[in-house]
């Protein structure tokens, strides 16, 4: 990443992650992202990088892998604490494609079923195995989707597209019923360090929240 991106490294919180492993910090700074996927394992790479809609749509990639999303972080900055199935947090895994660095990032599991055993309405829930910590910086206004079992799900991906689970784009965010959302205006910092494995809902509209966290606010 370069000093641009990334800025100060002795101005990223030590608290979030280890600020000499400069691959695991993601600064996404508003610009948009895009994933691949290798076939055979699910295992989804992201760029480290932003990436236009044009470099990822003439990306070629590795035999094996397919593009499997593109979006817009929420959150001013992020930190992957280690890859998937890595005994213990360090040096995130990473890859050279045509010039752009990926970072091996998350492997989708399974898609949930409704409570009534059908599909949810412009909405899939996966739970996805990722070690993913989150900053959103004071003064901000950020979106979090509570749930019936009543824990919250902050907003990470304000706007994208997934290629893996044959979603259709849909303009309308459908809620599931006794579900609500609130905005939340910070007044300092917020960090969030979401579990292993994440619950990660993704809306037709391509929006994401994941958790589950307790914000108490």
């Known amino acids: 990443m370069s000093e641009q991106q990334l800025g100060n490294s002795a101005s990223l919180p030590a608290e979030m992650g280890d600020i000499s492993l400069q691959s695991n910090w993601h600064n996404l700074g508003g610009h948009a992202c895009g ?3 290798q076939l055979a394992t699910r295992n989804t790479w992201l760029s480290h990088e932003p990436l236009t809609t044009e470099q990822y749509e003439q990306l070629k990639l590795p035999e094996g892998f397919v593009k499997s999303g593109y979006g817009t972080g929420a959150m001013d900055l992020a930190y992957f604490r280690r890859s998937p199935d890595a005994p213990n947090d360090g040096p995130i895994q990473s890859m ?3 010039g752009h660095l990926f970072m091996y990032v998350a492997r989708p599991e399974k898609i949930e079923k409704a409570p009534d055993g059908g599909h949810y309405q412009g909405l899939k829930i996966i739970q996805v195995n990722k070690h993913h910590n989150l900053l959103f910086k004071a003064g901000r206004t950020v979106e979090v989707i509570s749930c019936p079992d009543a824990m919250d799900y902050i907003s990470v991906i304000a706007s994208g597209s997934i290629g893996f689970t044959e979603s259709q784009q849909d303009t309308k965010r459908h809620l599931p019923k006794n579900w609500t959302s609130r905005e939340i205006t910070l007044e300092t910092d917020l960090l969030v360090e979401l579990p292993c494995p994440t619950r990660a809902l993704f809306f037709n509209n ?5 958790g589950p966290i307790n914000l108490d606010m």
């Open 35 to 37: 994933e691949i996927m």
């Open 96 to 98: 050279q494609i045509e």
């Open 206 to 210: 391509g929006e994401s929240f994941q």
